[in-house]
């Protein structure tokens, strides 16, 4: 059967068109600057990618150009060639630990918990209900984001306030990148042939860290939003929230500024005053010395989950994984953090990791022979994820 996965953002929406349960991505592409007079898009047709600019008002516009695409391009002969719809919905709140066919109800629910991803679920409904008025007949599957995490128990999701905030205001611990980590820990389980114990560093420009006990999720660094853990890209992660109200009094600014310095011009940005870690990698090579610190920082915060998850695996961990752009393709960073990792036993074989890199189509282990915890490099694939759940549902 023929089914779509789709990513919504604000103003971006990718998809991958996939036959399965064969896996094969028939065709993929993505939607940038919707909303905007100078939106494009791209669409890849057998060898060849066609990139046009167009204007698009909302994400409807762009369903609508999708599949008249796939129509005109003989990529399905007819829409009721796609029978279900898998969507990337963020935020699935306290209420779903897995992914689920989407009906009036779960719709309504999902928008009640708008509140709690204000960017992210209204952009994800709007794909909804673009795909829904497009293709009625479709399936449509909510592959939440939060889901995978939903096994932490009490005493890991709550936070040390007043428990009234929780049962008032659903204020507690979610964690996110959960299709990444369940696709990990999904693909680790074939590889070793168990129900493995497993540290997940999921670097891209978000990151978060997980502890996987018996293939199921214990602990998580994002928290309550996507804004907690470890240091990223352009967020801070755990900071001292003391600074938030100091710092509105001291430049005399209001919560959204400062809100908006802590989401998009902190983590690596604000120290080295740059985000993308290839650029970051380079000008760490030419020992520019504000870059230096920022990995510094960074490759700390990670080692500080990685120890505290090995603690809290009892010291069993089969695999530590590094995984999404960043950890399947920086080495400087992989091998900063192996390092710092010493004391564990973990020791890393530098050749290896310098040619494990994802993006030339290696994967595998670049810890040392004598490591006492195998580290592994491996592909993540969100995409994919959400196929398989959708077809684990519809199929
Ligand atoms: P996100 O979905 O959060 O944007 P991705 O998983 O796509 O994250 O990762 C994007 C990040 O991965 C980039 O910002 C960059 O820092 C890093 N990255 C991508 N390719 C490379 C590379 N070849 N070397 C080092 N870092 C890379």
Redesign the pocket.
């Known amino acids: 059967m023929k089914l779509l996965s789709v990513n919504a953002g604000s103003s971006t929406l990718k998809f991958r068109l996939y036959e399965m349960p064969e896996e094969k991505i028939l065709t993929k592409g993505s939607f940038e600057r919707i909303g905007s007079t100078d939106s494009e898009y791209t669409i890849r047709v057998g060898e060849e990618k066609i990139q046009k600019m167009v204007e698009l008002n909302d994400h409807n516009d762009a369903v609508h150009i999708l599949l008249d695409e796939l129509i005109n391009n003989k990529i399905v002969k007819s829409l009721d060639e796609i029978e279900a719809v898998g969507h990337r919905i963020v935020h699935g709140g306290n209420k779903y630990s897995k992914s689920v066919e989407i009906d009036e109800r779960v719709l309504k629910e999902i928008k009640s918990i708008s509140d709690l991803a204000p960017l992210h679920n209204p952009a994800a409904l709007s794909g909804v209900e673009a795909f829904k008025a497009a293709i009625p007949n479709a399936t449509m599957v909510a592959c939440f984001d939060t889901a995978f995490h939903q096994t932490m128990k009490e005493a890991t999701y709550l936070y040390p306030v007043p428990y009234e905030w929780y049962i008032k205001y659903d204020i507690r611990k979610y964690g996110f990148h959960g299709l990444s980590h369940k696709f990990i820990t999904e693909k680790m389980a074939s590889m070793l042939k168990k129900k493995p114990n497993l540290i997940i560093c999921?670097?891209?420009?978000?990151?978060s860290v997980s502890a996987i006990k018996e293939g199921v999720c214990i602990d998580t660094s994002m928290g309550f939003t996507p804004n907690a853990g470890i240091m990223m890209?352009t967020r801070s992660g755990d900071i001292d929230y003391s600074i938030i109200s100091y710092i509105m009094k001291k430049e005399e600014r209001n919560l959204e500024w400062v809100d908006n310095k802590l989401n998009k011009a902190s983590g690596l940005q604000g120290i080295a005053g740059m985000?993308?870690?290839?650029d970051?990698?380079r000008a760490y090579l030419a020992n520019e010395q504000k870059v230096v610190l920022a990995i510094e920082m960074y490759t700390d915060k990670i080692v500080d989950y990685i120890a505290k998850y090995f603690v809290k695996l009892g010291g069993r961990v089969d695999a530590i994984c590094f995984t999404?752009?960043?950890g399947?393709?920086?080495d400087i960073i992989r091998k900063e953090v192996v390092n710092k990792l010493y004391p564990l036993g973990v020791t890393l074989d530098t050749a290896k990791n310098k040619e494990t890199?994802v993006?030339k189509g290696v994967e595998g282990i670049i810890s040392g022979k004598d490591s006492a915890i195998p580290v592994y490099v491996l592909a993540?694939d969100e995409e994919l994820m959400i196929a398989r759940d959708t077809y684990d549902l519809v199929g």
């Open positions: 999921h670097i891209g420009n978000g990151a890209g985000n993308d870690l290839r970051i990698d999404a752009g960043g399947e393709n920086d890199i993006r993540t």
